[in-house]
């Protein structure tokens, strides 16, 4: 039995309705509220089992299996392991401070500091991880072997290298850790392959990477010939100064709109390189929104949020899973006897370094 | 007795979809398709999943990615069999939404006065050994900011022998720092900074202080706020770090002005017995207070800025203490003056003092 996705409109389609998630999203908050946010992992594990519901690859639709009781798990782990260490460190280095140890403490601080950032690495793997262990599709779900520690070692060194020379090197590495990231994936028995480039990415790059230098030489330029001819006579002077000002405001709001609009644009190539260039088996994937797409969705969801005096923000595991499901597209073909079960261990405990760390998970 | 109905099913083991029979005999079923006869499994080891659109999902125990897909009205021998629905989570479904709210809502209320109610009781029950350890691990020797002569040793023990009935478990110091600030921590440390006490214009001001900062040693204060902080962070943990933090310090804050208003009655009760004035400390708040009306009108002495973060100032304390000014009471300076100008300049004198600072604390 094979399925030739070649003449399907898209191998992925949405069925939700806001509505529908609204009566979902409403007694989450509710709950969450009363139980000082414990209820939030339950809330979450509801709105991915109700959106991965109405998600439908090809002719069946997915399954999220996930627990709350696994996130909440997590997160009292992160909390033992991490957040209570924490704690104590910054009593102990305090504590130094006073007796003036202040070299020591400075020490015991930067290692807090590199913990921390190798750990934030491991929890985006492990995230992704458990996402895919509890995704069923046709009753196959996906996983990993890898536990995620190696890949918290190569996200602080590649990070470091992109920052390094001037931060033009963070193409090369979140194009790099992502390759990493889910050449370590895999769904039933095939692994996923991910070989994204990340030269076709510079470019847009360099358009974020210049926006305020471009802005910065434009205010000067401006209030260069400003003051020239301002000095010519009084009266100009004035107006001049006047014009200069209302320049300024206009550069310093450009900023605020320009900077985003253009870390949008490199997003949305930079999503699209690195969905384009991964595969499973005989499938390969694509994202085809573009960067309008993603100013209107960025914009639609602010709009959202702000009309709504901030309650629209429940709405936005919704809004996010739509327009990612929307835009995703699959080629190739699958062989449905052989996509057999995934033999990856699942493990118990869910994103409870991700959810301490609060990143985003692909 | 058997029975059938039509099923989907995946077996968990590959991804082909089956249409089988659910044939009941007993307590166990048999999955039949044309050629293939899948059981017999145990009811009491199937598992609800999730609702997929119009059907339900059952899983087994320890048969991965094992599905049994029920849509359109189920009979009812069937349907007896099979585990509940799940919908908000385990007790939420057991108790009801609105029942559940709320208890919820009880429980977190209980959980709160609890972590700000306890440590008033739970901080004196804490043993002195573990408070003295506390202490000493923070503080130390103060980096060996701690000044000392015989004069000024002796004046600030007489000080405090005059407000305290049990001067021997306390550790008062006067600190090498220029900043108008005194600190209480645990373990019955009082520090004073060297810039409080130079720019007091008499002993009476300082003993106003040093009785306040005695009032929160002896009221445990500080491990009070200790307790009370600890549990608000774990009570507190489960909701989003901003809004968290938000709620956590309003809270913490009113019940340090709660303990400033304490060590303030503590201060004045000590004043009345040891017949001095207080009306030099109310002069020291009446400064103070003037520093906060107009403190940007280039006044250099941004120190007092140190004591006002610290010690939230408002004219009704300099009323406070000037209305425990009892008349016609026969009031005598706290100390004599040569002893005075010992303790004044104690850090002066003390040339193996270190001085300067490098932290901010109250
Ligand atoms: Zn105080």
Redesign the interface.
């Known amino acids: 039995m094979n399925d030739d996705l070649s003449h399907r409109h898209s191998a992925f389609r949405f069925y939700g309705s806001w509505l529908e998630f609204a009566r979902i999203a409403f007694p989450n908050l509710l709950l969450t509220i009363v139980t000082l946010g414990i209820y939030r992992f339950w809330a979450t594990t509801r709105e991915r089992e109700y959106l991965w519901s109405k998600t439908e690859f090809i002719d069946e639709r997915l399954e999220w299996t996930g627990k709350g009781i696994e996130l909440f798990v997590g997160f009292v782990m992160a909390f033992l392991l991490i957040g209570l260490p924490l704690i104590v460190i910054q009593l102990i280095s305090q504590g130094l401070i006073f007796r003036g140890e202040a070299i020591l403490a400075g020490v015991i601080t930067l290692m807090m500091f590199l913990l921390l950032f190798y750990l934030t690495g491991v929890a985006y793997f492990r995230a992704l991880r458990y996402r895919l262990s509890r995704t069923y599709w046709r009753g196959i779900r996906g996983g990993s072997d890898d536990p995620g520690l190696q890949y918290g070692l190569a996200y602080m060194w590649k990070s470091v290298v992109g920052w390094l020379p001037i931060f033009l090197g963070v193409p090369w590495s979140m194009i790099s850790l992502w390759n990493d990231r889910w050449n370590a994936m895999s769904f039933g028995p095939h692994r996923f392959s991910a070989t994204a480039e990340w030269k076709p990415l510079m470019k847009r790059y360099l358009l974020f990477y210049l926006v305020p230098f471009l802005l910065f030489m434009g205010a000067v330029v401006f209030g260069i010939s400003m003051a020239a001819s301002g000095g010519t006579s009084d009266a100009l002077g004035s107006t001049g100064i006047a014009i200069g000002a209302i320049f300024a405001i206009i550069a310093v709001l450009s900023l605020y709109i320009f900077l985003p609009l253009a870390a949008l644009a490199y997003y949305s190539k930079y999503f699209r390189l690195a969905v384009g260039g991964l595969r499973l088996h005989n499938l390969e994937f694509d994202f085809r929104a573009r960067a309008p797409d993603w100013i209107l969705f960025f914009l639609a969801n602010m709009a959202i949020v702000i009309c709504t005096l901030g309650i629209g923000y429940i709405f936005m595991p919704y809004r996010n899973w739509k327009f990612f499901i929307d835009h995703m597209e699959a080629y190739g073909e699958i062989n449905i006897d052989d996509l057999t079960q995934s033999e990856t261990v699942v493990a118990k405990h869910g994103e409870g370094l991700l959810d301490a760390f609060d990143v985003g998970a692909i | 007795m058997s029975a059938f109905f039509d099923a989907w099913h ?8 089956r249409k089988v029979e659910v044939q009941i005999i007993g307590r166990q079923f048999f999955l039949l398709e044309t050629e293939q006869r899948h059981g017999p499994f145990a009811f009491s080891d199937v598992e609800y ?5 119009d059907a339900d ?1 059952y ?1 087994l125990k320890a048969a ?4 049994l897909m029920l849509s359109g009205p189920v009979p009812s021998d069937l349907s007896a069999m099979l585990p509940a629905r799940r919908n ?2 385990g007790w ?1 479904d057991r108790l009801g ?1 609105g029942k ?2 709320v208890a ?2 009880l ?2 209320a209980a ?2 006065a609890i972590v700000l109610l306890s440590p008033q009781w739970l901080a004196p029950l804490i043993p002195d050994s573990v408070d003295e350890k506390l202490g000493d ?9 701690f000044c000392s002569t015989p004069a000024g040793d002796a004046a600030l023990k007489k000080l405090v022998a005059s407000l305290d009935a049990n001067p021997d478990d306390l550790q008062v110091e006067v600190a090498k720092i220029d900043m108008v600030n005194a600190v209480a921590l645990p373990g019955g440390k009082v520090i004073l900074f060297d810039g409080l006490v130079k720019q007091a214009r008499s002993p009476d001001e300082v003993a106003g202080v040093l009785a306040h900062e005695i009032g929160h040693v002896r009221e445990k204060h500080v491990m009070q706020a200790l307790l009370r902080q600890m549990g608000l ?1 774990v ?7 901003n809004s ?1 933090a938000l709620v956590n310090n309003m809270l913490s804050m009113s019940y340090s002005r709660e303990s400033e208003a304490e060590a303030d009655a503590h201060s004045m009760k000590a004043l009345g017995g040891a017949n001095i004035s207080p009306i030099g400390t109310a002069s020291f708040f009446d400064r103070l207070s003037k520093m906060d009306g107009s403190a940007n009108s280039g006044t250099s002495d941004n120190d007092i800025a140190g004591y006002m973060s610290s010690h939230p100032l408002s004219r009704s304390r300099k009323d406070a203490f000037e209305k425990s000014i009892v008349k016609g009471k026969n009031y005598k300076p706290a100390l004599t003056p040569a002893e005075w100008t010992e303790l004044k300049t104690m850090c002066t004198q003390d040339r193996n003092a ?1 001085s300067g600072f ?2 901010d ?1 109250n």
């Open positions: 995946y077996d968990g083991k590959n991804a082909v979809r999943v999730t609702r997929k659109d999902v899983g991965d990615g094992w599905r908000y989570g939420v939404f559940a709210a919820f809502t429980a977190s959980a709160v691990a923070l503080v130390g020797d103060f980096g060996g900011r962070a009570v507190l943990g489960g909701i989003d770090g968290g270190k490098g932290f604390f």
